[in-house]
T-cell receptor, first 113, second 111 residues
Framework: EAQVTQNPRYLITVTGKKLTVTCSQN?????MSWYRQDPGLGLRQIYY???????DKGDVPEGYKVSRKEKRNFPLILESPSPNQTSLYFC????????????FGSGTRLTVV | GEDVEQSLFLSVREGDSSVINCTYT??????LYWYKQEPGAGLQLLTY?????DMKQDQRLTVLLNKKDKHLSLRIADTQTGDSAIYFC???????????FGTGTRLTVIP
């Protein structure tokens, strides 16, 4: 089944403790992206990647890092999480061209205390 | 402005039509999308429309595009309780691979 898989689904952590949220897609998509969803703000893009070893900042990149060493994986790294990073996070992927919108993962709900 | 705008809430009675509206930002956006987010789930692509089209119909869904006013709407005919969800519009701006999303409209269907 074609899908984007995120892990974990839920995570509670403490301020300052480094964490990684994994994202993997099995559709051979070139493009991958991370969004955060907050009430009343919709989805805001954190980082995106056009292909392997090519990453770029979105609208709200502060406090986050990403890497794209392989085509299928695009992990999101929070080096020193803070409470304002409590949010619902989505990974998405798409082909580089064409009419397709994104395929989204099921989301990771992160709480930083 | 720079934001894709949507109303936050909409309530309709089961069997009625729902119309969800969206104002986007870039008059030369190439594709516009509607996504549905059910509780506890990710976003699911419902439909999309290319910018050279005025209307697209897909079963109970009708998308209308007014490029002059940068206005997009999604009409759901015969709305069912299973249509209760958050609906996001998104635009793909010229020269960009990224999608820019609205705030989402929470549709509540009253039995």
């Amino acid at each position: 089944e074609a899908q984007v898989t995120q892990n974990p689904r839920y995570l509670i952590t403490v301020t300052g403790k480094k964490l990684t949220v994994t994202c993997s897609q099995n559709m051979n998509h070139e493009y991958m992206s991370w969004y955060r969803q907050d009430p009343g703000l919709g989805l805001r893009q954190i980082y995106y990647s056009m292909n392997v070893e090519v990453t770029d900042k979105g609208d709200v990149p502060e406090g986050y890092k990403v890497s794209r060493k392989e085509k299928r994986n695009f992990p999101l790294i929070l080096e020193s999480p803070s409470p304002n990073q409590t949010s619902l996070y989505f990974c998405a992927s798409s082909p580089q061209t064409g009419t397709y919108g994104y395929t989204f993962g099921s989301g990771t709900r992160l709480t930083v205390v | 402005g720079e934001d894709v705008e949507q109303s936050l809430f909409l309530s309709v009675r089961e069997g009625d039509s729902s119309v969800i509206n969206c104002t986007y930002t870039d008059s030369s956006s190439t594709y516009l999308y509607w996504y549905k987010q059910e509780p506890g789930a990710g976003l699911q692509l419902l439909t999309y429309i290319f910018s050279n089209m005025d209307m697209k119909q897909d079963q109970r869904l009708t998308v209308l595009l007014n490029k002059k006013d940068k206005h997009l709407s999604l009409r759901i005919a015969d709305t069912q309780t299973g249509d209760s969800a958050i609906y996001f519009c998104a635009e793909r701006r010229t020269g960009a691979n990224n999608l820019f999303f609205g705030t989402g409209t929470r549709l509540t269907v009253i039995p």
